[in-house]
């Protein structure tokens, strides 16, 4: 399985702006989709965007024209760019990478926006 690493989160101001990063352990260039998960206090790990190994994008309504994710198949990373970020967008975020041979999830990076 291929071992993730989160990193970037953080305490941020509402309208603020933080970018998530996620780190393979293996190449990632044959895994179909990567995707990016939160799950706030008392709800359920809902996903937040996914992008699939040919690149394209898929994003939640609440998140859509304010957070961008990518992927570096030479680097092994999974980047997650938040924009104007509110304080519902509060907290913890996962890395997920899943394909026909992998399931695997980070261990979780915490974000907070203050109001």
């Known amino acids: 399985q291929v071992q993730l690493v989160e990193s970037g989160g953080g305490l941020v101001q509402a309208g603020g702006s933080l970018r998530l990063s996620c780190a393979a352990s293996?190449?990632?260039?044959?895994?179909?989709?990567m995707s990016w998960y939160r799950q706030a206090p008392g709800k359920q790990r809902e996903p937040v965007a996914t992008?699939?190994?040919?690149?394209?994008?898929n994003y939640a309504d609440s998140v859509k024209g304010r957070f961008t994710i990518s992927r570096d198949n030479h680097k092994n990373t999974l980047d997650l760019q938040m924009n104007s970020l509110k304080p519902e967008d509060t907290g913890i975020y996962y890395c997920?990478?899943?394909?026909?041979?992998?399931?695997?999830w980070g261990q979780g990076t915490q974000v907070t926006v203050s109001s």
């Open positions: 997920n990478a899943f394909s026909r041979t992998v399931s695997s």
């Open positions: 293996a190449n990632i260039l044959g895994i179909y989709l």
């Open positions: 992008i699939t190994s040919g690149g394209s994008t």
